[in-house]
């Protein structure tokens, strides 16, 4: 094999190789056309289906936009005035809590001294008149018994007489 064979080879081996190369590169462009046809056709159909849509949306927003700004103004506002009012109740209700915290005390004193008071009556009472009466019920006693002893001497002596000393104690 010389060399103008093998350059013969070489050189129909490269033209086939160009000619495959030129096949892909029309397989490529025709593919490349038939794609790009559909993405127009998908392109105009998102124009023609959704495009109306958000135009729809983006009025409606403008639209509603004072509204919801004014809705949200009115929520901050009231939640203003409910964070007012709700300190005032709880100031309110601190005030009452505190007060009737005080009642209790006083009423606790009060019910205190009461007791103690009505305790030391009891014992003035004690000492003036009950331990007088039971020591003039006792000399009482004491003279009663003198005087029977000393004038129902006689009556004694015939009961006693007449009941035996075991009986008495029955």
Known sequence: MDNSNLLIIFIAVTAAAVVIQAGMLIGMYLAMRKTSARMEALASEVKTKVMPTAELTHNMLLEMRPKVETVLSNVSESSTIMKA????????????????????IRADELLNRTLDRVEETGDMVHRTVVSPVKQFSGVMHGVTAGLEAFFGNKRRRRDAAGVPQDEMFI
Not at 85 to 104: K, N, W
Request: aromatic share 0%.
């Open 85 to 104: 009012q709700l300190q005032r109740i709880d100031a309110t209700l601190s005030d009452v809590v505190d007060r009737a915290r005080l009642q209790v």
